[in-house]
């Protein structure tokens, strides 16, 4: 059988969650995900009251696991991505605040912010979801729960993500639907890219391979993209695409299912 293991597509050695990933083949790091997920600390305490599906009346900033408003504080609104978030008080910065913006939604109590995160009015964040340091939540992005969000990623405006994974370093900065799918490390979707995750026909996605089709399992399968994949504007993979490390997507192309191991898809 084709070895399609996780290590073929991802370097998880400093990736926060890497047990998730001791699985056979890659794919299979999805349909353990909502177990994993369900099994982690969450900041219900820290965040109580705030998601309950309302837009935040104001903003809102989180420092060594405290609460406190914004008024009287000084905000740089830099890219988290890089630490250029900065939060002071009184003249004195606030080292790696997280900021949640006036107008952000927040729907249940099962989310993780890190340090250092930006949410941005008009977001709305459903648990459960784990967002990771220095990642940016921008205007219109919709995290519609089970999301796994790594360091230094982004998800941004009208970005729809479900039970999806991204590796440190992912961004889906414009337009993208990511559904049931994994971005590897330093992934960059181009604006309008579509990750589609189910098939028009009865049964599981399956996986087109050298050796034949392999069955995922999986009903909804989209997108395991390797680390370093780049995909351009407006591109679509179909259910059950796999893409290696590296591998570019030109723009306006839809990919068929299957494993790709070739560097550039036209």
Known sequence: ?????????????????????????????????????DNQ?????????????????????????????SKGLSIAFGDATKGELLVSQNGQPLAEATVLMAGAVLVGGNIQLGKGVLVESGSFLKGPLIVGDHTE????????????????????????????IFLD?????????????????????????????????????????????????????GALLGDNVQTGCNSVTSPGTLMAKGAMVMPNVTVPSGYHAKSIIR
């Open 1 to 37: 059988m084709t070895d399609l293991n996780s290590d073929l597509f991802f370097d998880t050695n400093n990736y926060a969650h890497r047990p998730l990933f001791a699985h056979e083949q890659a794919w299979q790091t999805l349909a353990g995900l909502k177990a994993y997920m």
């Open 41 to 69: 600390q969450y900041q219900g305490e820290l965040l109580a009251g705030l998601c309950d599906g309302t837009p935040l009346t104001e903003t809102v900033v989180l420092v060594n696991n405290t609460r406190i408003p």
């Open 137 to 164: 939540i921008r205007q219109g992005a919709y995290l519609r729960g089970y999301c796994l969000i790594g360091a230094r990623c982004v998800v941004g405006h009208t970005t729809e993500v479900k039970h999806s």
């Open 169 to 221: 370093d992912a961004k889906a900065g414009h337009f993208a639907y990511i559904g049931d799918s994994i971005l590897g490390n330093q992934v960059n979707l181009g604006a309008g890219t579509k990750l589609a995750n189910f098939r028009f026909m009865p049964g599981n996605v399956r996986i087109k391979t050298t050796d034949g089709h392999l069955d995922s399992g999986l009903r909804k399968l």
